[in-house]
């Protein structure tokens, strides 16, 4: 890549990483969907208190202080799962990726901490601003649902370059590392110094295997399992340990290896993570009561206010803000093919904040049933509003996208590799209109 050129086309072997886990979100993305509208239907429905029964139901070993609803099962547990796969992604990202290099790296971390911060502001103004307001929610709007996302972006961009698919991806894995965080920092309680120790040597004792090469699931599924317990009693929410033992995972190929343990894994947790994990916790977090008070209520509220305000609004604008800004720093320029109105588009993508600000809502009104169904519904509103947006905008470009992908994809002499990798780049494609 120039180094005044930003968005441009991943290398082969990138290429094909990226397009797998696309393709694996889009399906996770399709049953996460079904799944919150089939919650959304059943809570409102007249065998709602069934739903919020299911909900509450507790299960679990109480000696282990682990007789859990299912809500916090599915939030706790199953959530964890899907963390340690944004762990793997992010550890590729930073070892391999479009992060391994500062001069790739800038511009997508820049613009997914702009995409953070703020949205964060957005909420943290109205609700300083209005009566009534919470400050307690500001975590919300800062995440991304990469799974939803790029569930719209199946039906609507389908011929979106790489570039701005792997710019896409990359947003949602540093989102969702600064969403744990959060998490972590500001929505843990009651933190148990003695616990958290006995965590972090389970990360070390992971780190250890990895590093004399032992494979053996029989060692690491134990090891694992237990971790996540002692984050759990720790105070710290147990999610935080998906992503601990996902980065500390080897991403680099040995020597004769075929596949690095990281690659093996994503291969094998991916689907249990996009077409179990994620919905099932959706199934049980997007249910939301609103047979007393429909929709406008909530929504009028200046939490809902926040969230919407930060997930349609202030995600694009820190996104693209801070990408444009870091482009005039750097004195660089978008890839041919690529505008900023595509930058933008991908900016209300990222506004679609589902199943981690469902989490972070759960976290920060879990004791104020109010409020948390405000904030619910506040996301459910804003995600698909955003969608909808980013969907118009995806369609008003639909040709240039095809006349790039007719590019990126033709492979003349049938070998898998599409032509312009033989090429180099090519100096006739579509300019940005």
Not at 179 to 197: L, N, Q, T
């Amino acid at each position: 890549m120039a180094n005044n050129e930003i968005l441009s086309r991943p290398s082969l072997g990138e290429r094909g990483w990226l397009l797998a886990q696309l393709r694996n979100e889009t399906v996770g993305g399709g049953i996460l969907l079904f799944a919150a509208v089939v919650a959304l239907v059943w809570a409102n429905s007249p065998w709602g208190d069934g739903y919020f029964n299911m909900v509450d139901y507790q299960i679990g070993p109480a000696a282990l202080g682990l007789d859990l609803t299912l809500g916090v099962w599915a939030a706790d547990a199953l959530l964890a799962i899907f963390f340690f796969v944004v762990g793997l992604e992010l550890k590729h990202e930073l070892i391999l990726g479009s992060l391994s290099k500062p001069a790739q790296a800038v511009v997508p971390a820049a613009a997914a901490i702009g995409g953070m911060i703020v949205p964060a502001l957005f909420y943290v103004v109205v609700n300083a601003m209005l009566p009534d307001g919470s400050l307690q929610g500001w975590g919300i709007p800062m995440a991304t649902d990469i799974a939803f996302a790029l569930a719209v972006l199946a039906i609507f961009g389908r011929k979106l370059p790489v570039a701005l698919r792997a710019f896409l991806l990359t947003l949602a894995v540093v989102d969702d590392l600064g969403a744990i965080s959060v998490i972590a920092i500001f929505y843990s309680d009651k933190f148990a110094i003695v616990w958290f120790a006995a965590f972090l040597l389970a990360l070390l004792a992971f780190w250890l295997l990895q590093k004399y090469r032992i494979s053996s699931p029989i060692i690491y599924i134990p090891l694992v399992v237990i971790g996540w317990y002692f984050c759990y009693k720790s105070g710290v929410h147990a999610t935080v340990a998906g992503i601990g033992f996902g980065f500390l995972t080897r991403v680099r190929l040995d020597p004769g290896e075929k596949k690095a343990p990281a690659d093996t894994l994503i291969h094998t947790i991916h689907p249990i993570s996009a077409g179990f994990a994620i919905p099932v916790f959706a199934l049980f977090a997007a249910g939301v009561d609103l047979r007393a008070t429909g929709i406008i209520e909530p929504l009028q509220s200046p939490v809902a206010l926040g969230i919407m305000i930060g997930l349609v609004l202030g995600k694009p604008v820190g996104i693209v803000g801070m990408a444009w800004l870091m482009a005039r720093f750097t004195r660089a320029s978008l890839s041919p093919g690529i505008a900023w109105r595509d930058v933008t588009a991908v900016g209300f993508l990222a506004g679609v904040g589902f199943t981690v600000a469902l989490l972070i809502s759960e976290l920060g009104y879990g004791g104020d049933e109010l409020l948390l169904e405000s904030a619910k519904i506040a996301v459910l509103v804003a995600s698909v509003t955003s969608a909808v947006i980013a969907a118009f905008m995806l369609l008003s470009r639909g040709r240039h996208y095809a006349e790039i992908a007719e590019i990126e994809e033709a492979e003349q002499n049938q070998d898998a590799i599409p032509d312009e990798f033989l090429q180099g780049e090519t100096e006739s494609g579509p300019k940005p209109r």
